[in-house]
């Protein structure tokens, strides 16, 4: 690693992944920390899964969201997809000497709503106050515990023929704020930020074999399969016309030389299944809002171990690494 930190450190794609393996674990080892899931699942008399996360979004407000919004949608997900059910927050804010009352108002009250609508308490917190100029205006750490309902999801029990699904569009976060930051298209493009407690419900409660769910945020779909598979016998090849973007997104992307399936989410999951159970869970994702859009994208194979791989609309196929560089610091 390099002696300073840089923006790729904060990008989700591989410079994290060995800030976190070569860092962050061996200096804090124990069984919940290594299991690098989106929460940790803790013994008790209740298992617990408790995660924790931070949010430095610029601009604070963009089409679809907000940073209060996305404090609580981005901590509710990373429990729910661990077969959690949500029920508490903390909620700390680092706020910069001279911001404006009246935004924090706004983003206390867009906090309280998104709570209100994901079933959680905010239960403690914290205030600090940095120096004009020393703080960007706002910065927000959650942290979200839950009861584990859904035990044993986890990519280590993906099979060969498993099917990949996803909920709906991909690439709508991090395309929305980066044009809310450029100024470019303004209003055609939202956030898809939202809480997927309902939706991981609805997946898990139908009884199929789910192998994992996961919320493809910073470093998108294609990082976070790529963590699925990779030092595995497994691979994962992905077919690129089943694969939902809206054409604002497309057009947006190709404009500025980015691929969708390394743009942040907010509000879509990723769900591994068995084969046989696949249109079971499709077809219970799209009844509701947050999966209407759901569709199969691809399959585990043994074809090419450790790969992601995408068979593209021409017929060829492309391997897909994990997202290296920042496409676009200080997006959640």
């Known amino acids: ?28 080892q124990n069984p919940a920390l290594a299991a690098l899931g989106d929460g940790a699942i803790l013994p008790g008399a209740e298992k617990l899964v408790f995660s924790t996360d931070s949010f430095v979004v610029d601009p604070l407000f963009f089409p679809g969201g ?14 729910s997809v661990c077969g959690a059910e949500p029920k508490f927050l903390s909620l700390s804010f680092i706020i ?32 600090k106050v940095v120096e004009k100029g020393r703080g960007d205006g706002l910065y927000i ?51 898809d930020c939202a809480a997927l407690g309902g939706l991981c419900e609805t997946i898990l409660s139908t009884g199929a074999r789910v192998r994992v769910l996961r919320d493809p945020t910073r470093g998108g779909v294609a990082t976070t399969l790529n ?22 997104v497309r057009a947006a992307c190709d404009m500025l030389g980015l691929e969708p399936l390394y743009c942040a989410n907010e ?19 799209r009844q509701t809002e947050a999966g209407k859009d759901a569709a199969e994208i691809g399959v585990v194979t043994a074809a090419r171990p450790g790969k992601l791989v995408m068979r593209t609309i021409p017929g060829g196929r492309r391997i897909l690494q994990k997202l290296a560089g920042a496409q676009l610091p200080r997006i959640c």
């Open 1 to 28: 690693m390099e002696e300073i930190i840089t923006l790729d450190y904060g990008s989700g794609g591989k410079k994290t992944s060995r800030l976190i393996e070569e860092l962050l674990v061996p200096a804090f």
């Open 66 to 79: 907000d940073i209060g919004k996305l404090s609580v949608c981005g901590t509710v997900n990373d429990l």
């Open 96 to 127: 910069e000497e001279g911001l404006p009352m009246e935004t924090l108002k706004q983003v206390v009250a867009s906090i309280r709503t998104q709570a209100e609508k994901a079933g959680v308490q905010i239960v403690t917190g914290d205030t």
């Open 141 to 191: 750490n959650t942290a979200g515990i839950g009861f584990l309902k859904y035990p044993g999801l986890g990519p280590e029990n993906l099979r060969e023929g498993d099917r990949v699904l996803v909920s709906g569009t991909v690439g709508d976060h991090g395309t929305a704020v980066m044009l809310a930051r450029s100024g470019m298209m303004r209003g055609e493009i939202s956030s």
């Open 227 to 248: 963590e699925f598979v990779e030092g595995t016998a497994l691979g994962i090849e992905l077919e690129e016309e089943q694969i939902p973007v809206r054409p604002q």
């Open 267 to 285: 509000g879509k999951l990723l769900a591994v299944v068995a084969a046989e159970d696949a249109e079971k869970v499709l077809a219970a994702m």
